[in-house]
């Protein structure tokens, strides 16, 4: 990476780290005469640190300090305001009055807004959609239930690149459904770069994600319990609404976290199936350190990320304090 | 028998899973008010027949009928019966109070109404206070009253309940044998009740229906099925016996392990192969001269209120209760009066 810009004192500090860890494990040795149980763990440990634990300080560094290593805020300002270097810069040269008239640019919080929103939309779609087929594969009375857990999986042992892209050559324009469009007379559509292909590239890449942890509750709970509703005098419908429903909550929940984090960062679906015409947050960061080599703004939004997804993680985790929903979150 | 009007009918019911029969021509009726036990082993059927009654299963053949009126068709939500289940089937994110107000929250009763209710069925289970405690905080045997108080409150004309017991202690599911007999007696419902315990059977039921591979081998009362079981397997599954092949010579004079017996049963013609039933209780051990047969103790337990002792006659070795024990080793008669002999109709080989 030519743009690589680490703090001087990185090398340093990883080195320190190092050898503190060394002498932590020799320490343990000895102190228990030999090797204890835990000590396998070192080479997590290892990983964990220096590619979750390292980059999470980096990310934090980056974010608060300019490019020449000073602390600052302005990161976070130019993240409010995409002017506001601009702004101040001209400041410098040409005084207040020309800096007055630099408005505000809103794209960053625009994306963020803009990207919660898809998020939001790509889950309750995933949701609705999700929950009759968690329903449907958890039935034992259904023969096809099963079946339809390996179609679900098959996909999922694909690269969810190559399964964007698939989508591609369905949407185009001398796609596949615009050739049967075509072939039935009702002439070609624009199907692709719009919101709605994005939104759709992103149910189909995370529908899986909605669908399983609500079918692994719904296959935990005791069949006798809708019996028992059915026998207390509840219909299909009441039974699943009394019973059925509130019993797979964790599912839902742990379904909901595990679709609605990776979309608020999607990026790459909106590229192939956006055009270019829908940017989200995920985007914003990846173009932010790739293509403006912005290393502290593209830090300041990632923690900005982070933040929010700790935030929603930490309501969620309220509505299922047991983490009874397969212990993702 | 009472007199009472029949509130549940199975007429001809037959249940088949993938081509294996499970019900064989199921036929037997239900009294109202009458304390019904389906008894058998385990895979006899008597789970399925309950879910038949329930709804739950849909017979392969027959009709259920409910106070003469066919049901087989109407949904478990609409039967007049309520069921227990066997691993109680409490609801986990519902509260005690809301457990039992479950049913009578379906049925859009009014806030008080239901508050009353529950109250009754809380106390009825001597569980008052326990309202608002979540049911896993429970202990087996509450969850069991809970479950309990949760179909009765509905009030059913029938209550099914499917081994209730199997999951409490022995000292536990002896009170709460008593309890739901008195409780039955006490708010007049009809009990069907299913078990593979002949003690509890016996114990509770006005009725017992003895099952095996999915047919009935007989219906009466405590009393009858355990003093004149219907066949050999009815007679080992209720309580102990020593079965042995005979041979009836004419009536009142069965012959086995090669002498003569005066017993009190007849109609089963002359020299006619026949099961001998004799409950070890029913054997009186002797002096060794003046036993109808002469045996050696094999061997001794000691079972708390008697002993129990296996005797070798030569051609069979006998089970024997009684309240002295003779040491192992020692040689004594063996002696059964008439009326304690028991002959019945050799069993078909499939139905054992």
Known sequence: ?329 | MSQEPRMIHLENISKEYDGVTVLDDINLYIRKKEFVTLLGPSGCGKTTTLRIIGGFEYPTTGRVLFEGKDITDIPPYKRRVNTVFQKYALFPHLNVRDNIAFGLKIKKMSRAEIDKRVDKMLNLVNMNGYGKRSVDSLSGGQQQRIAIARSLVNEPEVLLLDEPLGALDLKLRKEMQLELKSMQQQLGITFLYVTHDQEEALTMSDTIVVMNTGHILQIGTPKTIYDEPANAFVANFIGESNIIRGTMIKDELVSFCGVDFPCVDSGFGENAPVDVVIRPEDIMILGEDIGQLTGTVKSVLFKGVHYEMMIDSGDFTWKVHSTTMQPIGSRVGLSVVPFNIHIMHPMKEEAK
């Open chain 1, 1 to 329: 990476m030519t743009n690589l810009k680490l703090p001087a004192w990185a090398g340093w500090a990883m080195a320190l780290g190092l050898a503190l860890f060394i002498g932590m494990v020799a320490l343990s040795v000895r102190r228990n005469h030999g090797v204890k149980r835990s000590l396998f763990a070192t080479p997590y440990t290892l990983w964990m640190m220096i590619f979750t634990i390292l980059p999470c300080i980096l990310i934090g560094y980056y974010a608060l300090t300019d490019a020449n290593g000073r602390l600052t805020l302005d990161n976070f300002r130019s993240f409010w305001d995409s002017n506001y270097i601009m702004r101040e810069n001209l400041r410098a040269v040409a005084g207040d009055e020309m800096a007055a008239t630099v408005a505000r640019g809103s794209v960053n919080v625009d994306t963020l807004v803009y990207s919660l929103w898809m998020a939001f939309l790509c889950t309750v779609v995933s949701l609705v959609l999700g929950y009759p087929a968690a329903l449907f594969m958890a039935d034992r009375k259904m023969k096809l239930g099963s079946t339809l857990v390996v179609l679900f999986i098959i996909p999922m042992w694909m690269n969810f690149l190559l399964r964007t892209i698939a989508w591609m050559s369905l949407l185009e324009d001398n796609g596949l459904i615009n050739a049967f469009f075509d072939w039935v007379g009702m002439g070609r559509v624009q199907l692709m770069y719009n919101q709605e292909a994005v939104l759709l590239g992103m149910v189909y890449n995370f529908l899986p994600f909605m669908v399983f942890p609500i079918y692994t509750s719904l296959s935990k709970m005791d069949p006798k319990l809708a019996e028992a509703a059915q026998d207390l005098g509840c219909n299909s419908f009441r039974t699943l609404y009394k019973v059925t429903m509130p019993l797979s909550l964790p599912g839902v929940i742990s379904g909901i976290t595990m679709v609605f984090m990776p979309s608020v960062t999607t990026f790459f679906i909106p590229r192939v199936l956006g055009g270019g015409n829908t940017r989200m947050f995920g985007d914003l960061i990846e173009s932010t350190f790739k293509t403006a080599g912005d290393w502290n703004l593209g830090s300041a939004l990632s923690l900005i990320m982070m933040i929010l997804i700790l935030i929603s993680l930490s309501i969620l985790r309220k509505a299922d304090p047991n983490g009874e929903g397969g212990g993702i979150i």
